[in-house]
């Protein structure tokens, strides 16, 4: 799967997790909210189109820790 990871500006609004959920972790078009995240995949820059929001891009599988609220992704 194809992750794309960003800050989340939005945080502690409603619908938008509390203020410790700072990562936005997309897989696909599904959205995650997380307060921390693990790479253990190389992993890249990448801009949106259209966009002034950028994003770590990377490659791999989810795991999540839900106690923690991190994801984790791995080789696959």
Request: aromatic share 10%.
């Amino acid at each position: 799967m194809k992750y794309r990871i960003r800050f989340n500006k939005s945080r502690g609004q409603a619908g938008r997790g509390s203020a410790d959920h700072v990562w936005r972790v997309f897989e696909d078009e599904k959205e995650y909210l997380f307060k921390h995240f693990k790479l253990n995949v190389p992993s890249i820059s990448g801009k949106e189109a259209n966009s002034e929001d950028w994003n770590v891009v990377c490659e791999g599988i989810m795991t999540i820790d839900r106690e923690t609220s991190t994801a984790t992704i791995n080789q696959e």
